[in-house]
């Protein structure tokens, strides 16, 4: 049984499992992609930064067929994408991925992209799933998609990361694309079944903006979570959005289940589910 499947089978919830990065750098590498993009053939300098600069999420990305001699590179930070176009590896500087709004070739890219997991060299289950549902979302959603390397739950395959709102899902079904491009569009969410979280918050938060949101029936509007306490375990947040305000406490609680992470370890690790509740 693959590490999917497993997964299924512990009934592992998604809430809580997406991705936490303070930014993301997404850049176009149309080389063998091996486990780890630092492992790939990529500059030295190019490497250099990322190693120096651990707060920044590498990710590499490719859009079979595309025929073109510029480099595409995506920053995300404070949850706003910037776009640039590079002519070599070496014009990227630690400018690009700290303050990329202060580059004057920097374009704020409002236009909602898919970045899809098909790393296959990280995990099976990425290539088999990811590679499907990519091909999918680029007939749905042309030009706005982009295969990229893993972004965290192979188990969940197949990944979606959605930017610039920085919303993450995972075991999507190709019958529930058009409502989620639909909705990343429109700023809104408004199905919360493959809904893993936001990469803009830690997992206990990404799981308060969840239930606030099932609870709520909250689609639209920007939802400011702020984070009270958390002590082990357990969390309080203030979740606020218009005119509502929530004091929440959110519960990380271990089970006897254990599973693998990934198709390519034979260690387990404990399953945890949240759990959460107004104050």
């Known amino acids: 049984m693959d ?4 997964s299924l089978a512990a009934k592992e919830e998604l809430a809580g499992t997406a991705v936490h990065a303070e930014s993301i750098a997404l850049l176009e590498y149309n080389g063998t992609w091996l486990p780890k993009p630092l492992e790939c053939g990529l500059p030295e300098s ?7 600069h651990t707060s920044c999420r590498l990710q590499l990305l490719h859009r079979p067929r595309r025929k073109t ?9 404070a949850k706003q994408l910037y776009r640039f176009s590079l002519k070599a ?3 990227l500087t630690e400018h690009h991925i700290l303050a990329p709004q202060s580059l004057t070739d920097a374009i704020l890219w409002k236009e909602a992209t898919f970045f899809v997991c098909t790393h296959g060299k990280r995990d099976m289950c990425c290539a088999k799933e990811g590679v499907a549902l990519y091909k999918k979302l680029e007939a749905i959603a042309p030009g ?3 295969e990229t390397t893993h972004i965290g739950g192979h188990r969940f395959a197949p990944t979606l990361l959605a930017l610039p709102s920085g919303n993450c899902f995972g075991r999507i079904e190709h019958q529930n694309l058009p409502q989620l491009v639909s909705s990343e569009k429109c700023g809104s969410l408004d199905d919360l079944t ?3 979280g936001n990469a803009s918050l830690e997992p206990s938060a990404q799981y308060a903006e969840y239930w606030f949101r099932k609870e709520t029936a909250t689609k639209n509007g920007e939802i400011v979570i702020r984070k009270i306490s958390g002590i082990d375990n357990h969390f309080r947040f203030q979740i606020s959005v218009g005119d509502i305000q929530w004091d929440v406490e959110v519960n990380s609680v271990p089970t006897d289940k254990e599973i693998r992470k990934s198709c390519g370890t034979q260690d387990l690790s404990q399953v945890h589910y949240f759990e959460a509740k107004r104050l």
């Open 3 to 6: 590490c999917r499947h497993e």
């Open 89 to 91: 590896y070496s014009e």
């Open 46 to 52: 190019t490497k250099s930064l990322f190693t120096r």
């Open 69 to 77: 001699s510029d480099i595409t590179l995506f920053v995300w930070r």
């Open 194 to 196: 493959c809904f893993r």
């Open 144 to 146: 706005q998609a982009w």
